[in-house]
């Protein structure tokens, strides 16, 4: 019981934090992009285009 | 002593009510009595813009009862979530304080430029959200679909205002007496018994409180809703405040507008108190 509540609890806090901080980072990365790369696709580190490694093949 | 003079005193405070609280509602009243829009004045037309609500205006009851769908679903689950939060950092955990200050700071920020945010995070191509659950096959419409934009609506609204529920509800933790805890440990209650019997029921003032407190302002829904969906599509997320704004501020039908904020009014005022006296009934049995 006491096992499970501890990991229940951390992993409940560990879902809000990312969804809490997530759309900060976004507007954090975001501010380090120029225009086109905002509006010309999914980039998550500036000058990375890490989608289109993702996306390697999926036509 | 019979210091006479004493009410002059109130002057200020009461002159300070009328005009900031008294006055525009008699004004509301008057004006929803009137045909006012931008050609014609402060015409007496009865209580025509009342019959035109009550009887040929489909959409603000649609909007209403729409809006009363948002709240009810943010404020229960902003609650459930709150609590449960607030129960997890009230006792000793890892990097306690760095949670309790993380966990507020969506409250500090400002709601439009958040939901400016939120709507990148949301959009259909170039946010992050259909960018992951694309590697999935997955890409969700989710502020063009009509359900899917009250859920981004819920979602976002939860993220805003989960931490006001927490801040109130961890303060009221805080503040429980220990003695009922030590009685509970001593007759051997297990976490889950203490939780039902012991902090849920001392917690239920400061619940309500927190409920009311948040389904007042959740009522209020138009900030969220005009910069993540602007209603759309079509009516599927357009709130009573929000269809308000339409007429009064787009279609500039000032009369009617008042008519519909004074109604939305009474009934906020009359729904809220109802739901008041039965959590309080619900909740404070004893």
Known sequence: MGKLYTFLKYFFITIWTVFVVAPFLWALTTSFKDFNSVNGGVTYIPGLILNQTLKVGGF | MNFKHKYIFLFPGLFVLIGILIFPIIFVVRLSLSGWNSYNGLNFI???????????????????????????????????????????????????????????????????????????FFHESLGPVNDILGNFGLSPKWLTDPTLAKFTVIIVEVWQWT????????????????EPFLAAAIDGA???????????????????????????????????????????????????SFYIFIKGLREFQMGYAASMSFTYLIIMIISLTVIAKVLTKLLLKD
């Open chain 2, 46 to 120: 009865g209580l025509e813009n009342y019959i035109r609500l009550f009887t040929d205006d489909p959409r603000f009851w649609e909007s209403f009862f729409r809006l009363s769908f948002l709240s009810v679903t943010t404020v229960v689950l902003q609650y459930v979530i709150g609590f449960a939060l607030a129960h997890m950092v009230w006792k000793e955990i890892k990097f306690q304080r760095f949670f309790r200050v993380l966990f507020l700071i969506p409250m500090m920020t400002t709601p439009v430029i958040m939901t400016v945010i939120w709507r990148t």
């Open chain 2, 163 to 178: 931490p006001f529920m927490f801040l109130l509800l961890l303060a009221g933790l805080l503040s429980l007496p220990k």
């Open chain 2, 190 to 240: 297990s976490p889950v018994r203490k939780f039902i019997y012991v902090t849920f029921p001392l917690m239920a003032p400061i619940s309500i409180g927190a409920i009311i407190i948040r389904l007042i302002e959740a009522s209020k829904i138009m900030d969220t809703v005009y910069v993540l969906t602007s209603g759309g599509p079509g009516t599927s997320t357009e709130t009573s």
